[in-house]
Antibody, heavy 120, light 107 residues
């Protein structure tokens, strides 16, 4: 069974960079046919798809965050990562990583999520 | 962006009830509509993809229907473990977007 686990800093200062990693087990990020996504949910608000990456390194970013987001993949470590620069309190959220079958636009496996708080 | 609107935002029901949640897209999305169940502190779970296809392992009491802009998720007979928040999500065009959620509570 595929499992995804987010890790990274839970507290980030305003204007700094948020960095998270999603470790994948029970499957491989380098297998074709899937994209690997980041999604977030601010407290009391809805879900927002941040972006995704294929094992080739090809990416898509939500235009609302595109100028600040980088998603990368490390096939040798079987993980992918998120960096979000110049964070503000509005970036406080639970961040999830997930897998999507290519071309279908749905997320079939998710991590449990990790809370990132932006505060000085 | 395609806006997704769910109704109701919350719903009280009893074990054994039949419940329906609706989701409306701001433009036609064909059948690229997916449903998720989310419990606090847990990973969201895919229930339905492609508007009506049941994800492997999901009980058959869950069903989905619709096409274009109007979609429904139905639970035929609520079980205790079904009390959670449900989200719809369109996978037709990027950026993929979610509904605001429907919280299903025990009456």
């Amino acid at each position: 069974q595929l499992q995804l686990q987010e890790s990274g800093s839970g507290l980030v200062k305003p204007s700094q960079t948020l960095s998270l990693t999603c470790a994948v087990s029970g499957g491989s990020v380098s297998s074709g046919g899937y994209s690997w996504s980041w999604i977030r949910q601010p407290p009391g608000k809805g879900l927002e798809w941040i972006g995704y990456i294929y094992h080739s390194g090809s990416t898509y970013y939500n235009p609302s965050l595109k100028s600040r987001v980088t998603i990368s993949v490390d096939n040798s470590q079987n993980q992918f990562s998120l960096k979000l620069t110049s964070v503000t309190a509005a970036d406080t959220a639970v961040y999830y990583c997930a897998r999507a079958p290519r071309g279908w636009g749905y997320l079939d496996f998710w991590g449990q999520g990790t809370l990132v708080t932006v505060s000085s | 962006d395609t806006q997704m609107t769910q109704s109701p935002s919350s719903l009280s029901a009893s074990v054994g009830d039949r419940v329906t949640i609706t989701c409306r897209a701001s433009q036609s999305i064909g059948s690229y509509l997916n449903w998720y169940q989310h419990k606090p502190g847990k990973a969201p779970k895919l229930l339905i993809y492609g508007a009506s296809s049941l994800q492997s392992g999901v009980p058959s009491r869950f069903s989905g229907s619709g096409f274009g802009t109007d979609f429904t998720l139905t639970v035929s007979s609520l079980q205790a473990e079904d009390f959670a928040t449900y989200y719809c999500q369109q996978g037709y065009s990027t950026p993929y977007t979610f509904g605001q959620g429907t919280k299903l509570e025990i009456k």
